[in-house]
Nanobody, 116 residues
């Protein structure tokens, strides 16, 4: 059974930073793409960032570019999302996802709240 477990969420003031972690277990993820998504109250889930398992290709949403960095530690089967210069509009539940052609596996999410 594949499991993705997110951690690192919390409450932070605007301008602050958080680092989210996603620990994957249950299979080998050597050819998977790992992604972060978020869902704010009353809004649809949206893409934030993704990275291939080689770490050679990362993609970001426009809102994440320049502020967020996705990275991975293959030895730990863990993906990180470093979030800097956080804004109140970044408040959402952040989800980790994994897949090859589509995101088949999802974590339960971790809450990020940014106060103004």
């Amino acid at each position: 059974q594949v499991q993705l477990v997110e951690s690192g969420g919390g409450l932070v003031q605007a301008g602050g930073s958080l680092r989210l972690s996603c620990a994957a277990s249950g299979r080998t993820f050597s050819n998977y793409v790992m992604g972060w998504f978020r869902q704010a109250p009353g809004k649809a889930r949206e893409f934030v960032a993704s990275i291939d398992r080689n770490g050679s290709s990362a993609s970001y949403s426009d809102s994440a570019k320049g502020r967020f960095t996705i990275s991975g530690d293959n030895a730990k089967n863990t993906v990180y999302l470093q979030m800097n210069s956080l804004k109140p509009e970044d408040t959402a539940v952040y989800y980790c996802a994994a897949g090859i052609r589509s995101y088949n596996y999802w974590g339960q999410g971790t809450q990020v709240s940014v106060s103004s």
